[in-house]
């Protein structure tokens, strides 16, 4: 090979390594930002099975005052 060649394939290497960079930086921000999508979901799925859980004390609670109610009509004014 001649010097034209090697500098031409040089050339090529950098070039190729240069767009190679560019497309793991843009990878590493899109996993970035795909964790931080991550963690809003994670938030919103604990907030809404706690919301859960208060439900269904709300319920055990009302079906347990619906039994006494039946069982006793005269204890409650409602």
Do not use: C
């Amino acid at each position: 090979m001649n010097k034209y060649e090697l500098k031409y394939l040089l050339e090529t290497l950098i070039s190729s390594n240069d767009r190679l960079t560019d497309v793991a930086g843009k990878q590493t921000t899109h996993i970035a930002e795909l964790w931080t999508e991550i963690g809003l979901k994670n938030e919103k799925i604990t907030k809404l099975t706690s919301k859960i859980y208060e439900l269904q004390d709300v319920i055990k609670s009302q079906r347990t005052k619906d039994i006494q109610e039946f069982f006793d009509p005269n204890r409650f004014d409602n």
